[in-house]
């Protein structure tokens, strides 16, 4: 472990596919013609609901419900009355990554303490954590900080309920925006998980991952890299 005690982990797009939970939930709405929405739709989705979460806080259900109905809108297949909140209740049922599991455990079994930050209420995080084969020392949600990331209150949460400093703990997660910058900023080391390949601009990992099958062995790589200057 060197020096490292803590793997704080972002949850959707890290741990649970939520771009197939975002395309299974809302594909049905788009009528039999409508090309496969997977990646396209998700991308779409995730600007509309970073619109919505800057607006103000809310509790993550009403964000997705609000998210969901207005990008239905926006691209002219709006929601049926009664299935506004389709979105909201279809996220217990996303599946993890294939991977997961396995890598979860091997980090537990290595001595790591695991936490997630993650932008959701905490009723709807628990059937996720369900699926992903671990039971995390330590969830913090949206609900808990009253900010959505990349606002720093997880991260000060999170320190608040564990004590445990930037340079003692590494943040993994799938969106440089919402994770990898503000924890940067913060000072922690950083794990990208970049399941697209996507460029990576605006900010500097300290390691990229294509998915969580090598993470145990690069947690400890990482821990012995310098953390960011803040």
């Known amino acids: 472990m060197g020096s490292v005690d803590w793997l704080t ?28 929405p997977r990646q396209s739709l998700a991308a779409r989705y995730i600007d509309v609901e970073a619109q919505v979460e800057h607006e103000a806080y809310r509790p993550y259900r009403d964000v997705l419900a609000i998210a969901g109905a207005r990008l239905m ?21 996303w599946r993890a990554f294939p991977e997961v599991p396995a890598a979860l455990r091997r980090l537990r079994d290595a001595g790591y303490r ?23 020392d330590l969830i913090v949600t949206a ?22 400093r930037p340079e003692r703990t ?7 925006y919402h994770d990898i910058m503000p924890a940067s900023a913060l000072g922690y080391r950083t ?13 500097a990992p300290t390691r990229v991952l294509g ?6 062995e690069t947690v400890e790589e990482t821990a012995s890299a310098a953390p960011p200057r803040r």
């Not at 930050?117 to 995080?125: A, G, K, M, T």
């Not at 998915?211 to 145990?216: A, E, G, S, V, Y």
């Open 114 to 136: 695991l936490a997630i930050l993650s932008n959701v209420d905490r009723d709807l995080i628990a059937g996720s954590v369900q699926r992903l084969g671990v039971t995390p």
């Open 9 to 36: 982990f972002d949850c959707y797009g890290t741990l649970i596919d939520w771009e197939g939970g975002v395309a299974d939930a809302l594909a049905p709405f788009l009528g039999p013609q409508a090309p496969s």
């Open 170 to 176: 590494i943040h993994v997660a799938a969106s440089l």
């Open 191 to 203: 794990i990208y998980i970049n399941r697209h390949g996507a460029p990576v601009v605006g900010s």
């Open 211 to 216: 998915d969580l099958t090598r993470l145990p």
């Open 73 to 93: 809108r926006e691209i002219g297949h709006p929601l049926p009355p009664g299935r506004e909140r389709a979105l909201a209740d279809s996220l217990p049922n």
């Open 143 to 164: 609900e808990d900080s009253r900010s959505y990331k990349p606002a720093h209150g997880h991260w000060t949460t999170f320190q608040t309920r564990t004590g445990a």
